[in-house]
């Protein structure tokens, strides 16, 4: 049970999945120590340093995780791991000697942070695996759907809706390709002692034996190290994947930015789901306001400030280690993970949930369409031999009057406009003007390339 009678953070009830907060808890971090104990002195055990008897009690007390026991030594030693060690060889009336045996601190705490940040990356590429083909249903759903784009936030040319939300996974699948890249070529520290020269095991085992007990670790762990540390993991690792954490914040947050402006009331043409008892405004009882897309744009602020953060990690070890980074991590790393999670379930759900408002894009198509099929017209005037700077002028001049009466609340003039004036249909008769300006086959490739990246993020989900 929570107590909510001191300060909880939200990180802990409210945002992210119970798996990845369980990745990241206390008890999670405390078991993985001792498996990577019990896994060190299995391999010392090999190479005669400790008796079978000791890995074999070591292992039957490794899940008898007693935190609030740790805690109270804590207090006394100042020291998180010594202080689990102390329990830890407590419990194991044969093995307790030879916990930790020529390990420095960082021998195990940054091995099982890099089992942490391989389980994170696990997730969040399962939860990126869904987003994916919840875009590729919705962009072959909708690949021939025309509306009117808009840039600069101005009506701008057809396109199709399907090709509108390829922009979004077109970048969702290269953070998919960057995030696999993480996984792939993450590394532990290996076991390298105090300044990472693995003297301390090199004292222990020979000179002759460290390369082949490190060797046996990796594939005990099944984790590769880094051939040369200091006294920790290169901390470059953890910035490189929190900016690949903040790129995949960056294309959630654009597409739920755009959301919301495709849902507020002038254009109305998408929406987030709402739910039938889902209140939108304690004051105004008709709001439907995206709160879920309003949520995403929060959160992912604060993801994206979170590479800084990690730079100053990595740019500020000095020398072989200092000990500056420690605290903080300690919420960097959960919460950049926590974030990412909760934004990528929030906008799974979204996406499969999405509500299209067909007759909301049909109108908004109308009404700006004549403004974009005035490039047609242009160009098919010029191949039947009008001057392109002069026809531009004259265009541009139709257009400024057409919204100026749309200012003053009139239809959109436009249309009528073009075929009445004679300088313009001395090149391109009335009837050809109102085939022209029919912007809804005026989507290029839209429709195929759309089409097409659907089958692109099938096919590479299928073969990872």
């Known amino acids: 049970m929570i107590n909510f009678e001191t300060y909880q953070s939200p990180f802990g009830w409210r945002y992210g999945s119970p798996a990845m907060r369980a990745v990241w808890s206390e008890h999670h971090k405390r ?18 340093l ?9 292992e039957a007390h490794q899940s008898a995780i007693d935190i609030p026991r740790a805690l109270e030594i804590e207090i006394e030693i100042q020291h998180d791991l010594m202080a689990e060690v102390k329990v830890f060889a407590s419990q194991c009336p044969v093995g307790g000697g030879i916990i930790h045996l ?14 942490r940040l391989r389980e994170s990356l696990e997730l969040l590429l399962i939860r990126l695996n869904d987003l994916l083909a919840a875009f590729a249903d919705k962009i072959e759903q909708w690949a021939d759907q025309p509306l009117i784009a808009f840039t600069h936030l101005q009506p701008a040319e057809p396109s199709t809706l399907g090709y509108r939300l390829s922009l979004y996974a077109q970048d969702l699948l290269a953070d998919w390709q960057a995030l696999r890249t993480d996984l792939q070529t993450l590394r532990g520290k290996g076991f390298k002692g105090a300044v990472g020269t693995g003297a301390a095991y090199i004292e222990l085992l ?7 007990f490190e060797e046996r670790l990796s594939e005990l762990m099944h984790l590769p190290f880094y051939p040369i540390c200091g006294q920790t993991t290169p901390r470059k690792q953890e910035y490189d994947i929190l900016c690949d954490l903040a790129g995949l914040a960056q294309s959630l947050s654009k597409f739920a930015f755009d959301l919301r402006l495709l ?14 008892n889902q209140i939108g405004s304690s004051a105004m009882p008709f709001k439907r306001n995206p709160i879920q897309c309003e949520k995403v744009n929060s959160l992912s602020r604060s993801l994206a400030q979170m590479p800084r953060q990690a730079w100053d990690n990595a740019a500020f070890s000095l020398l072989e280690r200092t000990l500056d980074d420690s605290a903080d991590r300690r919420t960097l790393l959960p919460e950049a993970f926590l974030i990412a999670d909760e934004l990528l379930t929030v906008v799974v759900r979204v996406v499969r949930g999405l509500q299209v408002r067909p007759e909301a894009i049909q109108r908004n198509l109308e009404t700006y369409a004549p403004f974009a099929g005035t490039e047609r017209i242009l160009m098919e005037m010029v191949k039947a031999g009008a001057d392109r700077q002069e026809m531009h002028e004259v265009l541009r001049q139709h257009t400024l009057a057409a919204w100026e009466a749309m200012q003053r609340g009139e239809p959109n003039p436009l249309l009528d406009r073009l075929i009445a ?44």
Do not use: C, H
Request: net charge negative.
């Open 206 to 212: 020979g000179a002759e034996n460290y390369e082949l």
């Open 50 to 58: 400790v008796t079978p008897e000791q890995v074999e009690d070591l």
């Open 421 to 464: 004036d004679p300088v313009i249909t001395r090149y391109l008769p009335a009837g050809d003007i109102k085939q022209v300006a029919d912007a809804r086959r005026y989507t290029g490739a839209a429709a195929r390339r759309a089409r097409e990246m659907a089958v692109t993020l099938r096919n590479t989900l299928s073969n990872a």
């Open 31 to 48: 078991l993985l120590w001792r498996k990577i104990w019990v896994a060190l002195a299995r391999v010392q055990s090999e190479f005669d």
């Open 263 to 276: 849902q507020s009331q002038p254009i109305g043409e998408l929406a987030e789901p709402f739910g039938r």
């Open 102 to 115: 020529g390990a420095t601190s960082m021998d195990i705490e940054d091995n099982a942070d890099a089992v």
